[in-house]
């Protein structure tokens, strides 16, 4: 069911686009998209917040339904991995799940990660995946390049889901954007000499956040996933050349 629901947020809705994003090759065995930004920030800062993404990765693209329960070790070998928090009301000894979106297979801190994996839906199918993240330094900032190139066998229509999967990094890269570009909290004034800082009244204890959604906590959501799952899938996979009808 966690693949209908990703495969639904997958085909489903508009969403902001970065400066570039484009399916830049395809072909009855594979696909490539390629997603650009630019953000007034180092290549290093660049780095720090595009190897944490748990801090700006969309929900509606993950298992769990939380992009907080996202991690990436930015080391050979490292896992960009997903926690499966233990569903509402099972046993407190019951161990977390999760998956392993992606592993880290070349790494150059503050200029290039690459990284192999099937994404989300793509991982059902006898696909390989190799997403290369580069950062290069600009006169502003620092110019961010995704190429995800995906080959192989899968039952879905090519002409389809690379531009799903395009609509999907693009949207990733831009709240990377987003996340990088957002002004840092203020920082309280210091009191002027001489003078007492008036009382505050006290404030009432905020309340607890909710726990991260289970997967498949949100039927609702779910159920919306589903249909457009479906909906979606009514011409996928695509028919074989020369296949012969079920008897």
Known sequence: MRNKVLVGALLAGA???PASAEVTAQSDVGFVVREVADVSATPAETWRAMTAPGAWWSSAHTFSG???NLSLSPTVGGCFCERFPPPKGTPATQPAGGV????VIYVEPNRVLRLSGALGPLQSEALT????MALRATDTGTHITWEYVVGGYMRYKVDQIAPAVDR???EQISLLAAHIAKPAAPVPAAPK?????PAQPAKAPSPAAPPATAP????AAN???????DAALKKAPAKRPGAQPRR
């Open 15 to 17: 969403i902001t686009m």
């Open 66 to 68: 939380s992009g907080t």
């Open 223 to 229: 159920d919306a996933a589903r249909a457009a799952f």
């Open 129 to 132: 995946g190799t997403l290369t």
């Open 100 to 103: 392993q979106h992606m592993r």
């Open 193 to 197: 000499p001489g003078k007492a800082t």
């Open 168 to 170: 999907m990094l693009a």
């Open 216 to 219: 498949g906590g949100d039927e």
